[in-house]
C-alpha cells in the first residue's frame, strides 16, 4: 500500500509542476529588418501620421479571425508594442526607405524640400493561421505646399502557412506593398490631386 501512495504522490507533484509551469509569452514585430535599406540621399520629407485601427483588433494580443464570425485572443502571442504603432513604424520604414525620404513627423524641418503627409486608417486587418494574412486600408497623402489631397484603397491578402511567424510575415509582406503604393502615389502626386492610378 506505501508503494501505491508514493506512486501516487509522485504523479499528483509531477501534475502539479506541470500546471505550475509558466507560459512563455512570444512577441511580433511588424518592422523589422526585411525593410528596404534608406538611400542616402533625401529627395522627400514624409510626416507619417497615427494609424487608426479597428478596435477590436487594437490591443497588444494576437486577433485571429475564426468561423463563423468568431475571433480568438491569443494571450501567449502579443505584439511588441501596441498594433496602431507597429503598424505606423511599418510603413514609415516601407516609404521612407523606398523614397529617399526622411519621416519628420512632429520633428522640425527645413523647407528645401516637399513634404507629403500620409494618413492610414485600417479598416480590416485580419489574422487566419495558416490561410491569409489580410490588410484593407483606406489612406490618403497631402501636399503641403498645395493643399491638394490624394484618397486611395489598398487591400492586400497575402497567403500564409502554417505557424504565428508565418502569419506575421504575411502582414509584414502586405504593409510593405500598401508602403510601396502609397511611395508610388508621392512620387507620381497628380497634378489635380485626385487619381490613384
Known amino acids: 500500500m506505501s508503494a501505491f501512495r508514493t506512486l501516487a504522490l509522485a504523479a499528483s507533484l509531477s501534475l502539479l509542476s506541470a500546471c505550475a509551469a509558466p507560459q512563455i509569452e512570444r512577441f511580433y514585430t511588424l518592422n523589422g529588418g526585411d525593410a528596404a535599406p534608406a538611400k542616402a540621399e533625401v529627395n522627400f520629407y514624409v510626416e507619417v501620421l497615427a494609424v487608426n485601427v479597428p478596435q477590436q483588433v487594437s490591443r497588444n494580443q494576437l486577433v485571429l479571425t475564426a468561423a463563423g464570425g468568431r475571433i480568438e485572443l491569443l494571450e501567449q502571442e502579443r ?3 501596441p498594433l496602431a504603432a507597429e503598424i ?6 516601407g516609404i521612407t526607405g523606398e523614397l529617399g525620404a526622411i519621416d519628420v513627423y512632429r520633428t522640425p524641418y527645413p523647407d528645401k524640400l516637399p513634404v507629403y503627409r ?5 479598416q480590416r486587418f485580419e489574422s ?4 491569409y494574412a489580410l490588410i484593407d486600408a483606406v489612406w490618403s497623402v497631402r501636399q503641403l505646399a498645395s493643399g491638394k489631397v490624394l484618397t486611395c484603397r489598398s487591400v492586400v491578402n497575402e497567403k500564409v502557412a502554417a505557424g504565428y511567424d508565418a502569419l506575421v510575415a504575411g502582414h509584414r509582406r502586405a504593409l510593405r506593398q500598401v508602403a510601396g503604393e502609397m511611395s508610388k502615389a508621392i512620387r507620381s502626386f497628380p497634378a ?3 487619381s490613384c492610378q
Open 79 to 81: 505584439w511588441a508594442g
Open 192 to 194: 489635380d490631386g485626385r
Open 118 to 122: 500620409v494618413s492610414t486608417n485600417v
Open 88 to 93: 505606423g513604424q511599418a510603413l514609415s520604414t
Open 128 to 131: 487566419a493561421l495558416g490561410q
